[in-house]
């Protein structure tokens, strides 16, 4: 992946280049927080991307011009680091502390409710991941446990849980009843996060989203219908910084 700035109508926009190796042609694509994003087949080399962007200019003008009368801005999103951590789904919030102690590499120690970090020095990437490394740890602490209790309390048993941090799905069920929760879901109060459960330990029976799948899901939740509106919404939750990707 590449980045770089065009003009487009007196402005400077953001210009990604990303190459897919699904891609058959080149896509072109304008993304509020991000600018133009160029996605090229592996038979695009980089140097034929300005070639293709001038081709593409009146399109790319016109969809710039959509985007800035729609009140978007193209500029991209700066990493804004947090001093506090909260989890709704536990209610539990943390303070960092951050400190130069001229020893070693970026390391995170728990005590208590703080985080501290600790390091000779540390850039704000490594502490990005960092930082996104302790939620993953967090929520499969506490979201696997959780998730065991939903299911024994249903009696819909599944064969393995897995925590990961997802762009969009917060879960999902295999055909083998294997179970992936986005580590997301700690910044979700925990009763759209145990909705999340009922409607993944549900696919265990029924995999599509049939009648029979939903009659399921409302035995346990009869107001799924509003949860469900609550939950595709849900993102407003999460932080930036979770999402940022550096």
Known sequence: MSS?????????????????????NVIFRVI???GLEVVIPKWVALNEVPDFVDRKKGWISRAV???????????????????????????TEYTLVRSLNGRGSL????????????????????????????????AKSF?????????????LPFEKVAVRSQ????GSCSVRKNINLNCKLMFLPFELVRHLFIHE??????????????????????????????LSAGSVYVPDWMNFKS
């Open 4 to 24: 770089d700035r065009i003009f487009v109508n007196g402005y400077a926009v953001a210009l990604t280049v990303r190459r897919s190796t699904r891609a058959k």
């Open 32 to 34: 509020p927080g991000k």
């Open 65 to 91: 011009e959509t985007m800035r009368r729609n009140g978007l801005s193209l500029e991209p999103k700066k990493l804004v680091l947090p001093d506090k951590i909260y989890f709704a789904a536990n209610n």
């Open 107 to 138: 390391k995170i120690v728990k005590n208590a409710r703080r985080l501290h970090l600790r390091g000779a020095s540390w850039t704000p990437e490594e502490e990005l991941d960092s930082l996104k490394k302790f939620v993953r740890l967090e």
């Open 143 to 155: 979201l696997v446990p959780e998730l065991r209790k939903v299911s024994r309390e249903l009696g």
């Open 167 to 170: 762009r969009s799905r917060w």
């Open 201 to 230: 330990l549900s696919h265990t029976i029924h995999l599509n989203h049939s009648e029979k799948f939903w009659k399921l899901v409302a035995a346990a939740q009869p107001e799924y219908k509003e949860y469900e509106k609550r």
